[in-house]
């Protein structure tokens, strides 16, 4: 024990001395023992004794050390400071002595409970003379001071303030710790870079009277040391200490500082030494490279936290500011790039490594080129990395994950493959799409990079190998712009990325590559709504409140669409631009931002705006005078005004400003007052009327001055307060009287157009674009045309409602120029021509037939019959036969009674004329039945009062009479085997489809003999087939021989010839009706045509079905019928089953539905009629019983009620057939039945209308047959009469009304 020891001992018993304890075996005093928790007592002399004994037993050392370790654990607030200063030494000098390592562990255990018992001076004893044991002498390796390095490793590590300020030699322990670097062991090399880790960390503030730090002085020594330890240890413990003091050191700027900077200040010699010795020497050049190959080996250690930790110390290296460039370009021809990348790959994507190894790579970006070759082979690396990323909102490292891909793909867009081209473009578009949709934030800078790798994929030669990816473009360049709009005004760059990718996509669409049709039309016609949508209403609302640049970004994303005029999209996008008055928003850029870049562009693209309008480069003039266009409208006018005779810039100014007044005009676009405008279009006629003398204007020219003139000329009109200069007027007819300019061809304002054919003085020009029209449509005039929307063209349509208006000289001017054709003997061509756009703009507008006709359209076609050179060709008696039959259909009754009633005698002379002599010599063909057509419709408008002289002509013509009974009869003689007619036949089999069309003349015909002729026929002869009586030969078909007709025919002659018995019938009541004699008819006769009817009551078309019930209750209803006769009928047995056969069906329950009762409507009427007679055949009371009447009463609902069975029950009731508590039953039906018709009222007023359609060519005589069915039907349906010929809800309401009424009658009788 040394005297310092013994010192401290005499002052314990000093301090003791009062104390009476008991002493240990040794006889020392027992103020040196420490009480146990077992009750025993340590005695500290005789343990100082035991462990600083060279040759004391390890066992009885480390058992001693044990006990005191566990009476300090147990009982450490019992150790007095006395005792806490007396073990100082010995544990140290033990420490010193002993090389077993348990023993150290247990040495360096109890210092550092003694150094945390909270007594400073403690703590400070042991850092100061472990400090002072290691500054002293030579530095080597030996176990013993390996334990005591880490001892003072473990006591700095204990604190959080300053230990180093107990070091007195600092320098000494320094210099020794650097110098024990370069010894051979691992172990001792570790321990120093603790220790020296934690002297730099904890003495940040520890300086020297200079003010440098105390490590800077051995910085050249200590890094190389330190370096080099990194670079040959594979201790992954070894290697996170020196990783940490290099990090300390990186931090400090000492890797970068100490060989650039002279060394301030050395404090040993042989730190001199060191900087020119070639051990330790350096240069500039050497320490990258060194550095380089000693984080090589912890880049790709095992311990995550070594590779971790590595990489930021490459962080701290390269973040300091004075870091050079050539050290990282040093870095990377050591190749760290493929280590960083190597880390990167087997990092599983972790965070912390991902992020490390992200921010690395992006520093070493710096180091071009050579970088970006060892980038295109870690390529493949980083895209895991993004998919990662990419799923976690604002990553640390996802913008600059995406800045090393984007660098990548622009540097070398040819190595990346077509499976990475997908995934990437999967992922970009899947963060744009939670980005819009608010699920995951995105930085701008981020945003931008994903903008912009998108746009270098698209470019990248890989994307033309890769297929099915044009819907991940549409979305990926929707979302970018949506998500763009609501922040435009924070960060405008983002909204010009995203407006850059539509504007790629949108190109990207029109590769040649692109093989899938559909969804390229779906990517482009997506970009167009997203523009059409989203970006042009926004700009619309928001152009007053953005910037210049976004302005540029946004009229050059239209204008890309733009130039791809010849595509639909472009097209429809430029008609959504025009309705959206986007030349007014042109203008008003134009004065927000007054700059050249501004005005080209807005010129630029209203050019080819123009052009995708118009075609053929019409925006031309635009291009041309982009540069002096002024920027304000009014300027416009002001231009517009001048003379521009002998300058060729206000010329080329003059034509643009007209196609950009024109093209707003076309769509409504108001760019000045009306007022204005049209002074300035006049004054522009007055000065330059010599121009357009000498031909200075063109065609084009001239129709944008006639549209401008023509449209605010109308708007004049229509306010009636803008004056107009007759001269500017009289100077624009003369110069479209005297100069060619095309109509047809050209866009017009609908206004301006009907502006110029209001004008009677424009007949004569207008004429002839009317020929120029129908020369440049003939090739169509067998197409059909829809109405609809106008394209603000002259077409068909345009036409139709120009003559259809009657508020314009427009069928004068086509009537006037057939005519003019026919007299001047105009070539054929045009003449079909003009005929074919009648019937068109008839068939467009039916109404257009009324003014046609008005202005004498029958007189032309008159004339075309009686010129000689016309009448006999067959397209020109085509047209005529169309356009006649489209007129005869669409005209009304009032206006065709106006018309020249001589002329339609004419034609209809020459029709029939015609129709002979084709069907003698070819038999019935299409032209002829198509006249047979025209032949009904005039028969049909004389019963209206309209072309009665053509229609007397036509049933009385001997030679119509003949053929049409000749046709008749040799349809008859085959008695049976027109069952074999197939009305589907083929084109070109006419055998039995005339037969058809005769009957449906000879139906009209019966009409119109009512009309024509009243009075001047005996009915009676129709039915008789051998009565000689009538004196006037007409077209008559016998009853015989429809009755023939009607039981042999098809389906077709079937229907037709029962509306011709109907009709036949219906004429012959009348007669019975209104004269006094009897019907002359035998009985034989009457019964056979009976048979024939009962035959088809239950025929499986309702409407035939209909018609013979109908016929068969006007029989049974004649009444002057003698005696005989009506007995007979009475005894019918037919009548009787066709009646029973009704009674049973409805009353069987639960199978009267609506349509079951439809089907006995027919014999509804002949019960009808039978319960009519004054003597009811006996059997209706049998058949009518009272058990049925219930029945069918039973199955009766407000849902299936029809007219008949009303009627048929008012009948029932006036013939007493009811008893009462079927009356009070019924009446309950009835009332329910008559509210569920007010409540659910279905009835359609157009029931009766037959859909209008379009008869062109002769092929469609399908479509007129059917027609004309229509008609003879719908004429039939709409004479009310007592018969119940109506059908429908209005009908039933009266038929209830008429019961309740016949009720009240038999109440009160």
């Known amino acids: 024990m040394s005297q310092t020891d013994s010192q401290e001992a005499e002052d314990l018993e000093v301090e003791v001395e009062a104390q009476s304890l008991g002493s240990c075996s040794q006889g020392h005093r027992s103020t040196l023992s420490l009480q146990t928790q077992q009750g025993g007592a340590i005695c500290l002399l005789c343990l100082s004794n035991l462990i600083t004994t060279p040759h004391a037993l390890t066992i009885h050392v480390s058992y001693a050390l044990s006990q005191l370790s566990l009476a300090l654990s147990h009982r450490p607030l019992h150790l007095s400071q006395s005792h806490a200063h007396f073990l100082v030494s010995p544990l140290l000098h033990a420490l010193s002595s002993f090389d077993d390592q348990p023993i150290a562990c247990q040495l360096i255990d109890l210092i550092t409970i003694l150094s945390d018992s909270g007594d400073e001076d403690v703590f400070a004893q042991f850092v100061s003379r472990v400090a002072e044991r290691l500054s002293s002498g030579a530095f080597s390796w030996s176990p013993r001071q390996l334990h005591m390095i880490h001892c003072l490793g473990v006591l700095f590590n204990c604190r959080t303030n300053n230990p180093f300020i107990f070091i007195k030699n600092k320098d000494g322990l320094i210099s020794n710790l650097v110098t024990g670097l370069g010894l051979p062991s691992e172990e001792i090399r570790g321990e120093i870079l603790f220790v020296l880790y934690k002297v730099s960390s904890i003495q940040c503030q520890s300086m020297d009277i200079d003010g440098a730090d105390i490590l800077f002085a051995f910085c050249p020594k200590l890094l190389q040391l330190s370096l080099e330890s990194l670079m040959k240890t594979q201790r992954d413990d070894v290697r996170l200490n020196c990783v940490a003091l290099l990090t300390i050191l990186a931090q400090k700027g000492f890797l970068v500082n100490a060989y650039t900077n002279n060394i301030s200040r050395m404090n040993f010699d042989e730190a001199e030494n060191s900087m020119q010795t070639t051990d330790y020497g350096t240069n500039q050049s050497s320490l990258p490279v060194l550095f380089a190959e000693a984080i090589k080996g912890p880049l790709l250690s095992s311990d995550s936290q070594v590779q971790i930790s590595t990489l930021d110390l490459m962080l701290q290296y390269f973040s300091w500011e004075a870091a050079p460039g050539k050290h990282i370009q040093i870095l990377m021809e050591e190749n760290i790039a493929d280590y960083v990348f190597e880390a990167l790959r087997l990092s599983e994507c972790k965070d912390p490594m991902v992020n490390s190894c992200v921010q690395v790579l992006n520093f070493l970006l710096t180091a071009e080129p050579a970088f970006g070759q060892r980038l295109a082979v870690g390529f493949t690396t980083l895209i895991p990395v993004l998919n990662h990323v990419a799923e976690v909102p604002f990553h640390p490292v996802q913008s600059q994950t995406l800045k090393l891909i984007w660098n990548c793909i622009s540097d070398f867009p040819g190595m990346i493959s077509a499976s990475h081209v997908k995934e990437l473009i999967l992922c970009l578009t899947r963060m744009l799409r939670r980005h819009t949709d608010g699920e995951m934030g995105m930085l701008p800078e981020t945003f931008t990079v994903v903008c912009s790798i998108f746009v270098a994929l698209l470019k990248s030669p890989s994307f033309k190998r890769t297929e099915n990816l044009a819907i991940a473009v549409q979305e990926a360049s929707k979302h970018a712009v949506l998500a763009c709009l609501s922040i435009s005004d924070e960060d405008p760059s983002q909204l010009l990325h995203s407006l850059y990718l539509l504007k790629e996509a949108y190109a990207y669409s029109y590769k040649e590559f692109s093989t899938n049709k559909t969804t390229i039309m779906e990517l482009r016609n997506s970009i167009v709504d997203v523009c059409e949508s989203h970006l042009l209403p926004w700009f619309v609302t928001a152009i007053n409140d953005i910037n210049e640049e976004i302005v540029l970004g946004v009229l050059e994303t239209f204008h890309s669409i733009l130039l791809q005029d010849s595509d639909i999209p472009a097209t429809e996008f430029a008609q959504i631009l025009v309705a959206s008055s986007w030349i007014s928003l042109s203008s008003g850029c134009l004065g927000l931002f007054p700059t050249e870049k501004i005005k080209w562009r807005v010129y630029l693209m209203l050019s080819s705006l123009v052009d995708v309008l118009f075609g053929n480069d019409t925006g031309q003039p635009i291009r041309d005078a982009a540069v002096h266009i002024p920027t304000d409208p009014a300027e416009w006018l002001f231009l517009l005004g001048q003379k521009s005779s002998h300058n060729f810039e206000l010329s080329c100014c003059q034509s643009a400003i007209l196609l950009i007044l024109h093209t707003a005009a076309i769509h409504d676009d108001r760019l000045a007052d009306e007022k204005l405008v049209l002074a300035s279009l006049e004054q522009y006629i007055l000065v330059n009327s010599s121009n357009f003398q000498f031909g200075a204007a063109d065609s084009l020219t001239i129709m944008w001055l006639v549209n401008l003139y023509g449209l605010y000329r109308s708007l004049a009109k229509m306010s009636y307060q803008i004056p107009y200069s007759l001269e500017a007027e009289r100077m624009l007819f003369h110069l479209l009287t005297e100069k060619e300019w095309d109509l047809p061809s050209a866009k017009i304002h609908p206004l301006s157009l009907k502006w110029l054919f209001q004008q009677e003085k424009l007949s004569k020009p207008l004429s002839y674009q009317i020929l120029k029209f129908c020369r440049s449509n003939s090739s169509n005039v067998s197409n059909v045309v829809v109405h609809g929307k106008s394209n603000n063209s002259m077409n068909e349509e345009v036409i139709a409602e120009l003559v259809a208006a009657g508020d314009n000289y427009g069928a004068s001017v ?167 007619y197939d009305e589907e036949a083929s084109t070109g089999e006419y055998e039995y489809e005339y037969l058809i069309f005769v009957l449906l003349l000879y139906y009209f015909s019966i009409r119109s003999l009512q009309a024509s002729l009243p009075g001047a026929l005996d009915w009676q002869n129709f039915l008789d087939p051998f009565s000689k009586k009538q004196s006037l030969s007409t077209i008559n078909i016998r009853c015989h021989d429809l009755c023939r007709l009607m039981h042999f025919g098809s389906p077709l002659v079937k229907l037709v010839s029962s509306y011709c018995m109907l009709e036949l019938f219906t004429r012959l009541s009348d007669h019975e009706d209104g004269e006094h004699d009897e019907l002359e008819c035998s009985m034989g006769f009457l019964s056979s045509v009976m048979a024939v009817l009962e035959g088809l009551v239950f025929y499986s078309d309702i409407r035939v079905a209909m018609n013979c019930g109908f016929c068969l209750s006007m029989i049974l209803g004649w009444e002057k019928l003698d005696l005989h006769e009506r007995t007979i009928i009475g005894k019918n047995y037919w009548c009787r089953l066709i009646v029973e056969e009704m009674a049973m069906s409805l009353a069987v329950p639960h199978l009267a539905s609506k349509s079951f009762f439809n089907h006995h409507k027919p014999a509804v009427h002949i019960a009808v009629a039978l319960l009519k007679h004054e003597k009811i055949p006996g059997w209706m009371r049998t058949v009518f019983d009272s058990p049925c009447i219930s029945g069918i009463i039973g199955n009766l609902g407000a849902s299936n009620m029809g007219a008949e069975m009303v009627l048929l029950f008012r009948e029932l009731l006036d013939s007493e057939f009811l008893k009462a508590e079927q009356i009070s039953s019924l009446n309950h039906v009835l009332q329910a039945c008559r509210k569920y018709v007010y409540t659910n009222c279905t009835q359609d007023e157009h029931t009766n209308k037959h859909p209008y359609k379009t008869f062109t060519k002769l092929d469609d005589l399908g479509e007129v047959r059917e027609y004309l069915i229509h008609l003879m039907s719908s004429q039939l349906s709409m004479e009310k009469n007592c018969r119940g010929l109506q059908n429908g809800d209005k009908e039933l309401l009266e038929e209830i009304e008429m019961f309740f009424r016949s009720l009240t009658v038999k109440e009160h009788s």
């Open 814 to 980: 086509v009537v006037c120029l057939l005519m003019q054709l026919i007299e001047q003997e105009g070539q054929v061509p045009d003449i079909v021509s003009v005929l074919n756009l009648v019937a068109t703009a008839i068939n467009i507008l039916p109404r257009a037939s009324d003014q046609f006709c008005l202005h004498g359209i029958i007189n032309a076609i008159c004339a075309l019959y009686n010129n000689s050179s016309y009448s006999s060709l067959p397209q020109i008696l085509t047209a005529i036969s169309l356009l006649i039959f489209n007129i005869l259909r669409s005209v009304h009754p009032e206006v065709l009674s106006l018309s020249d009633e001589a002329a339609w005698l004419t034609v209809t002379m020459k029709l029939i004329e015609y129709l002979i002599s084709t069907v003698a010599v070819c038999s019935w063909t299409h032209e002829s039945l198509l006249i047979i057509s025209i032949l009904s419709l005039i028969l049909h408008h004389s019963t209206n009062k309209a072309l009665i002289e053509a229609s007397k002509y036509i049933v009385l013509n001997n030679s119509l009479v003949s053929t049409v009974n000749s046709t008749i009869d040799a349809a008859c003689l085959k008695g049976p085997a027109m069952t074999d």
